[in-house]
């Protein structure tokens, strides 16, 4: 008799000790190792709020944007998921084994423009599920490996190992098919690119009298020459977020880690980022994270 296939969710485990304090969270599980018990713990942490590379074999079918994509006994497939689409796992006939890693947006590392939708796997733009042969799913196995013992190490910067390992993840999959890997390079994409770059080009901040001299959408559509209409458009569409919204992001990043990791007060804080009061910032600061600049400390 067949057995009855049931649907499955593979969450986030309980994060409390794995967050990075300058930046987010980020966990590397073994799938065979999730109880009923686990899962439920994680209510608080929504689908959306993780991005997730899934390393999975078993009798199993991954559904994403009306695809099945089905594994049978032994086959291996590596799955990259975003916020935003959905997906849903069933298992078809005994245990579905593998790892996954989760991490959320503010987990890449402060001194990197990109972010993980950047990334054609994760943007929706190209190939996401990936079948590998026997060597390729060793490949990858060992990776996953050294994710889950270095995020319990006591390594000072075991958050900017974890962040290789992610990223060779990634290009470990993107080499799997190279042809998916680059978008056609339209003068939106350039533009897009070179508002990156010029974001980027200001941090980090390493001394207290050092300011940001662009930080408004104005600012910067003047410096590459362009309409500020044609910089959002080209933003939008690249980034799915406004020129306001991806300049906002990076200041709070960067205020993140100054508060975490300097003895600057408040006000060299807020100097540096370019507002014109500190009280501006403490609420541009709480607007983004939820705490105050002094409750974060």
């Not at 309980?14 to 987010?24: E, F, N, R, V, Y």
């Not at 032994?74 to 593998?98: K, M, P």
């Not at 980090?204 to 910089?231: D, G």
Request: aromatic residues 12%; hydrophobic residues 40%; glycine residues 4%.
């Amino acid at each position: 008799m067949e057995a009855q296939s049931q649907s499955i969710h593979i969450f986030a485990p309980l994060l409390p000790g794995q967050k990075d304090p300058s930046a987010g969270h980020f966990a590397a599980v073994r799938l065979e190792e999730f109880s009923a018990e686990s899962l439920a713990a994680t209510a608080s942490y929504s689908r959306k709020d993780f991005y997730k590379i899934s390393l999975v074999t078993g009798n199993t079918s991954y559904f994403y944007q009306g695809t099945e994509y089905r594994l049978n006994g032994d086959e291996w497939a590596l799955v990259f998921t975003n916020r935003e689409v959905a997906y849903r796992w069933q298992v078809h006939e005994g245990v579905c084994r593998g790892y996954a890693c989760l991490f959320t947006e503010d987990f890449l590392p402060l001194h990197t423009h990109l972010r993980p939708a950047d990334w054609a796997v994760f943007n929706g733009d190209a190939q996401s599920v990936f079948k590998l042969s026997k060597d390729e799913a060793v490949f990858f196995t060992k990776l996953f490996e050294k994710m889950l013992q270095e995020q319990t190490s006591d390594y000072a910067h075991k958050y900017d190992l974890l962040f290789l390992y992610v990223l060779e993840c990634i290009h470990g999959a993107l080499k799997l098919h190279p042809g998916t890997e680059s978008k056609s390079s339209t003068a939106s994409t350039r533009l897009a690119e070179a508002f990156k770059s010029l974001l980027a080009a200001q941090f980090p901040i390493v001394h207290p009298n050092q300011q940001v001299s662009l930080r408004t959408p104005p600012q910067f559509a003047e410096k590459l020459a362009v309409h500020i209409n044609s910089l959002n458009r080209a933003l939008k569409e690249a980034t799915g977020k406004t020129t306001t919204q991806l300049i906002n992001e990076r200041l709070m990043l960067e205020a993140r880690a100054l508060l975490v990791h300097s003895n600057w007060s408040v006000s060299q804080i807020s100097h540096s980022l370019g507002f014109e009061e500190p009280t501006h910032f403490t609420r541009a600061f709480k607007a983004y994270t939820g705490q105050t600049p002094s409750s974060l400390r």
